[in-house]
């Protein structure tokens, strides 16, 4: 039996969760985990994942303001800001990693999420926020996204991703392999997260990790993958379900109400 879009009721979130009271503690939400030991050459290699995932969602006008939660080494912006984007800024919790950002003279600042997205100031054009939502459980997941569209221009877009729990092969260990994993999602529960959050225009796409072209064993992978993709559609189908959406992770955008 499929899963009809059924109209969402919004959520009222928790309005006194304070960064200190989150449940994640060993890998706090908001500070960046998947830097690779060479903290140097990452700038290099997420810097093509972020480009071949995201840069088509991001606004073209290089003057919109920009916020990208969980900054890290600033491997995102500084990506945005070798593409022209004048309006970035970063933050992460973690003082070390932000550290390497400000060291390439990158807008990146230690801040706790919650308590910075609280603080008021001009809105942003484009959130951005990477698999932070996997470290959140549901009460601070709800009021992580009402904070995100408190900030958010009219029309302002919010980009989240997260462990897809519709691949059988890596969901599991993905979300079991980390004790501050809290949740994994589907395109669907993406897709009624936002909505329930109030957001509009949610579109959930898949993330593609074999970008690094000068490897031929990525195509390789890629098609690998491809034929995967194909096996578990058809095995979703047997058992009435309809997920189209099978990589390994999973990201989604939605605009703030008008």
Not at 202 to 229: G, K, Q, R, S
Request: aromatic share 14%.
């Amino acid at each position: 039996m499929s899963q009809e879009p059924t109209p969402r009721r919004e959520v009222s979130p928790v309005t006194d969760l304070r960064d200190e009271d989150l449940r994640a503690r060993i890998e706090p939400f908001d500070s960046f985990w998947e830097a690779p030991d060479d903290i140097e050459n990452g700038y290099r290699r997420f810097g093509r994942f972020y480009a071949a995932n995201y840069l088509k969602r991001i606004p073209a006008n290089r003057d919109a303001s920009i916020l990208v939660v969980s900054c890290g080494p600033g491997y995102l912006v500084d990506l945005l800001v070798r593409r022209g984007y004048r309006r970035v800024v970063g933050i992460d919790s973690f003082p070390e990693k932000v550290a390497w950002a400000t060291k390439r003279g990158l807008d990146c600042r230690t801040e706790r999420a919650f308590g910075f997205l609280r603080t008021g100031g001009d809105p942003y054009d484009v959130i951005f926020c990477e698999q932070e939502i996997n470290h959140l459980t549901k009460d601070e997941i709800l009021t992580f996204l009402a904070l995100c569209r408190s900030r958010l221009k009219r029309g302002g877009h919010l980009i989240v991703h997260s462990i897809n729990g519709a691949n059988p092969f890596t969901a599991g260990e993905a979300r079991a392999g980390n004790f501050d994993h809290y949740n994994s999602f589907t395109e669907y529960s993406l897709r009624q997260v936002l909505e329930s959050a109030g957001f509009e225009q949610v579109e959930a796409f898949p993330l593609n990790l074999y970008v690094f072209w000068t490897n031929p064993l990525n195509y390789v992978a890629w098609a690998v993958t491809l034929f995967n993709h194909l096996f578990f559609r058809f095995q979703y189908a047997l058992v009435g379900k309809s997920a189209r959406i099978y990589t390994k992770k999973i990201g989604a955008t939605g605009v703030a109400p008008a």
